[in-house]
């Protein structure tokens, strides 16, 4: 019902950049939140950065300063820039947009497939 397509990812060098992108299709009206998470092997996913439809962010203490999340509505689309990336910041990165007026009513907590980000010398 809410397909959600990141992009972006890759492998990059310690102290390097990279921006990912998600955009969500679907017969949407809006989109309330919309967040990065990240999940490294052998750790829990946790949130690295969300926005509300508003523009009000919030982001995790470990990449503030360093990452920023934008999103434009009329493209359902959120950013995230990642400068100054460390070997620790290794994860999967997954989209989530959160309580998305459609055609068919409210959906809630929807994700992506998620996109590999590797920082690595």
């Known amino acids: 019902q809410v397909q959600l397509v990141e992009s972006g990812g890759g492998l990059v060098q310690p102290g390097g950049s990279l921006r990912l992108s998600c955009a969500a299709s679907?017969?949407?009206?809006?989109?309330?939140?919309m967040g990065w998470y990240r999940q490294a092997p052998g750790k829990q996913r946790e949130l690295v950065a969300v926005?509300?439809?508003?523009?009000?962010?919030t982001y995790a203490d470990s990449v503030k300063g360093r990452f920023t999340i934008s999103r434009d509505n009329a493209k359902n689309t959120v950013y995230l820039q990642m400068n100054s990336l460390k070997p620790e910041d290794t994860a999967v990165y997954y989209c989530?947009?959160?309580?998305?007026?459609?055609?068919?009513?409210?959906?809630?907590?929807?994700w992506g497939q998620g996109t590999q980000v590797t920082v690595s010398s």
């Open positions: 679907g017969s949407i009206f809006s989109i309330n939140a």
């Open positions: 926005i509300t439809s508003g523009g009000i962010t």
């Open positions: 989530n947009a959160d309580r998305v007026r459609t055609t068919r009513g409210i959906v809630y907590d929807n």
